[in-house]
């Protein structure tokens, strides 16, 4: 796993579809915002909230949907609607099932840009 030192590293979790959001990191910030939900979530509000705490509509927010069921997942996939919703635009979607590949400096660049606000 790669040390992102005080980066915020966000993750989604994608269940057929439905959007739960949990975000988590194995080394982070002391302070930061947390955001749980159930899955499911259906209230405008929440992803409002989400991207504001990430910095507004221009921050970096990476979407990881590897609890989904599906192989590929694009810029474009469908679960990122809520999120452009809410405005935000800078949106990146990261997906695999290989270790390997999940170690690749390229892989995780999207990562990097991850930033304290």
Same mark, same amino acid.
């Given at each position: ?15 057929? *579809? ?10 982070? &910030? ?12 259906? =209230? ?10 990430? +910095? ?11 609890? +989904?069921? *599906?192989?590929?997942? +694009?810029?474009?996939? &469908? *679960?990122? !609607? ?17 270790? !390997?590949?999940?170690?690749?400096? =390229?892989?995780?660049? &999207?990562?990097? !840009?991850?930033? =304290?606000?």
């Amino acid at each position: 796993m790669h040390a992102y030192g005080s980066r915020i590293l966000v993750l989604f979790t994608f269940v057929l *579809g439905a959007t739960t959001a949990a975000v988590a990191a194995d080394v982070g &910030p002391s302070n930061g915002s947390l955001v749980v939900a159930g899955g499911g979530v259906k =209230d405008p509000a929440i992803y409002e909230r989400f991207v504001a705490l990430a +910095g507004g509509p221009e921050a970096p927010i990476v979407v990881i949907p590897t609890a +989904g069921s *599906g192989e590929t997942y +694009g810029d474009f996939w &469908p *679960g990122l !609607q809520r999120l452009r919703d809410a405005g935000a635009v800078n949106l990146k979607v990261l997906h695999t099932r290989d270790p !390997q590949e999940a170690d690749r400096e =390229d892989f995780v660049a &999207p990562l990097r !840009q991850a930033r =304290d606000f």
